[in-house]
């Protein structure tokens, strides 16, 4: 079983509809990231927090909207998106650099289809 | 600068035989390297992991994977493929960044496994 919980599974939203993905870990991980999976590609980071002050941006538009409101739980708050923008978002938690190995360990995703 | 290759991007195999999924690795430094496994539509699942201790690691689902720096490579194997682990493999590599661990994907290794 995953230990980091994502919601929702699905989601299907329209060009100008606002939505919200949520992500949340109780492992203790100070370290959180946004990841987007095209078919057969590898996750592409987008966002990571650290400490729950985001540390990397990759340039991602800014119809994506991160938030980190604890150390638990990780939110992507989604804005006028294209259709291009339909993939698997993918949440993971690790710990801190200088604290370990860091695996990451991962969400099972949601997957996001925009009209 | 650090970088991973995965030298297949597809393999098969029958069912009982071994299975090989090759990985090179590029480090400035003793690197942390990890394989992880994804199902369909499903998020990533951590195999095994290197972190500068036994060069031989032993993961889950019967798979290992020896590091050898001379060769900068990290390859998985199995003895005996089953059908379940007909999936996409991703070969890792971990560094920091401004105090916070990078991930860097290979491109995936698809394995089939023939019945």
């Known amino acids: 079983d995953t230990e980091v919980t994502q919601t929702p599974k699905h989601l299907v939203m329209g060009m100008t509809n606002k939505k919200s993905l949520k992500c949340e870990q109780h492992?203790?991980?100070?370290?959180m990231y946004w990841y987007k999976q095209k078919a057969k590609k590898p996750p592409e980071l987008m966002f990571v927090?650290?400490?729950?002050?985001?540390?990397i941006n990759e340039s991602v538009p800014s119809r994506f909207s991160p938030e980190c409101p604890n150390s638990s739980l990780l939110n992507l708050h989604l804005h006028a998106l294209q259709p291009e923008d339909s993939a698997l978002y993918l949440c993971?938690?690790?710990?801190?650099?200088?604290?370990?190995?860091?695996?990451?360990?991962f969400g099972e995703g949601s997957r996001l289809t925009v009209l | 600068a650090q970088s991973v290759t995965q030298l297949d991007s597809h393999v098969s195999v029958s069912e009982g035989t071994p299975v090989l999924l090759r990985c090179n690795y590029s480090?400035?430094?003793?690197?942390?390297l990890f394989w992880y496994v994804q199902h369909p539509n499903k998020g990533l699942q951590l195999l095994l992991k290197?972190?500068?201790?036994?060069?031989l690691v032993k993961g889950i689902n019967g798979f290992e994977a020896e590091f050898k720096k001379s060769e900068t490579s990290f390859h998985l194997t199995k003895p005996s493929a089953h059908m379940s682990d007909a999936a996409e493999y991703f070969c890792?590599?971990?560094?920091?960044?401004?105090?916070?661990?990078?991930?860097?994907f290979g491109t995936g290794t698809r394995l089939k496994v023939l019945a």
């Open positions: 993971a938690s690790s710990r801190p650099s200088g604290a370990g190995s860091g695996e990451l360990f």
């Open positions: 492992m203790g991980h100070r370290a």
């Open positions: 927090y650290s400490y729950e002050k985001l540390s």
């Open positions: 480090s400035s430094y003793s690197p942390s």
């Open positions: 290197y972190t500068s201790a036994a060069t």
């Open positions: 890792v590599v971990s560094g920091t960044t401004s105090g916070t661990y990078k991930y860097i």
